[in-house]
């Protein structure tokens, strides 16, 4: 019986200094049919370059101009050829069994999409950490923003071709969000599988996206629109807790990251006055020091 072929795109901009080790990563797994699409988002230095000093067959390249991540992803998967689809930004990696634990898990359990845990690493791709999945209502735990039932998933997941035939995209409109209503769309329609084990490494940046605050605003109003949109919105109490969470979440990293505490109160105030029960749990959360990156060993 023939192997089923794993498509892995890669959206990449200005990644010079990192996409030479993601594609390796790539091309060293132990599954043995695979392919790497690499998608160069109009970048304005080597990128293109070095893609193509990789002599490899298995390797697409694909330029085009500068759109953004989620159109890149999207013009990825429309070019790849695989029975299933992965994931991997620039400037992370895979641990060498991924696809063939993914896959395996996929084809064992009759699911459409799988993710793991992942290794969260320092810039030169060094774990020092993990960042734990959890297998549990996917839905509920992303919108409620407390926790991330599926690590890095721009990273992770691997989902059958069904998927993308189905009309499973990326949304153009949202930046550091489009992971998390991708892994929504896949929630809500198909089924999952957990594999409690590192098979990704995640790089952690200081100037990564997720620190642009003004974004981070933007994409968790347009998320949580796009919930509603899809009616995982529509018991009051929940939605009510969601939208408290999403504008503390909003008005801290405006206090924290973004050093204007004036910017970060009204979003704090609007959480409270949405439900005054915030104030309980983010006391219970700190009290408990949960922390999404556990020790290595822990």
């Known amino acids: 019986m023939s192997t089923p072929l794993v498509s892995i795109v890669i959206p990449a901009y200005n990644a010079e200094a990192y996409i030479e080790r993601t594609i390796r990563s790539a091309l060293e797994q132990t599954y043995p049919n695979i392919e790497v699409v690499v998608v160069n988002d109009g970048s304005k230095d080597r990128t293109a370059a070095v893609v193509e000093s990789i ?69 030169e791709l060094v774990p020092f950490g993990v960042m734990k999945g959890a297998d549990v209502d996917i839905i509920r735990t992303l919108l409620l923003g407390i926790t991330t039932p599926v690590p890095a998933p721009c990273s992770n997941v691997v989902f059958t071709r069904r998927c993308f035939m189905d009309g499973t995209r990326f949304l153009p409109q949202l930046s550091n969000a489009a992971d998390r209503l991708f892994v929504l769309t896949l929630a809500k329609a198909y089924r999952h599988q957990y594999i409690a084990k590192p098979l990704v490494r995640y790089r952690i940046l200081a100037n990564s996206m997720s620190r642009n605050v003004a974004l981070f605003e933007a994409d968790h109003n347009r998320l949580m629109q796009a919930a509603a949109d899809m009616e995982l919105l529509d018991d009051p109490r929940f939605a009510r807790i969601c939208k408290a969470n999403a504008a503390w979440a909003i008005g801290g990293s405006w206090w924290r990251d973004g050093k204007a505490p004036l910017k970060g109160l009204p979003h704090l105030l609007r959480a409270v006055l949405t439900d005054p029960a915030i104030l309980l749990r983010r006391m219970s959360r700190e009290r408990s020091g949960r922390t999404s990156i556990r020790p290595l060993n822990g």
């Open 55 to 123: 002599r490899d067959p298995r390797i697409l390249l694909l330029s085009q101009p500068n759109g953004g991540v989620s159109i890149a992803r999207n013009k990825g998967m429309e070019a790849s050829s695989g029975a299933y689809i992965a994931l991997l930004d620039a400037d992370d990696g895979l641990e060498p069994e991924a696809m063939a634990l993914k896959v395996g898990a996929l084809v064992q359990n009759g699911c459409d999409w799988v993710f793991s845990d992942v290794l969260a690493c320092d810039p």
